[in-house]
């Protein structure tokens, strides 16, 4: 099975999921999404994910100065991130439950 494209369905549940644990700034999110088993997940996606979950007002953002290169924008759930992740999550809960009994049927 292709996961791209489930990646491409779950991938603004994933990226807030991250940031409900510590804000994180764009590569730093890339990396953990992929250390927790998302190995396929892109740069790009992820970046454009921040963007539009920024937009749609889900995202706080804030630019921290680094000492080793560029400064770094850092992200961080606000109150409608933190509604958007609690909704996605019951969402997600029910879905999967929904695939695990038609997967488990026979």
């Known amino acids: 099975m292709d ?13 807030l999921a991250v940031l409900d644990r510590e804000d994180s700034y764009g590569y730093d999110v890339v990396r953990r999404l992929r250390e927790t088993g998302l190995e396929d997940v892109g740069d790009a996606s992820v970046y454009g994910t921040l963007r539009r979950l920024f937009k749609a007002g ?3 953002s804030y630019v921290v100065p680094s000492e080793e290169g560029p400064h770094r924008k850092y992200y961080g759930l606000n109150a409608t991130g933190r509604t958007v992740l609690a ?10 439950q929904t695939m695990d009994t038609l997967l488990e049927s026979r």
């Open 58 to 60: 889900a995202l706080n």
């Open 87 to 96: 909704d996605s999550r019951k969402t997600w809960t029910s879905f999967a």
């Open 3 to 15: 996961t791209t494209q489930l990646l491409k369905g779950v991938l603004d549940l994933a990226v």
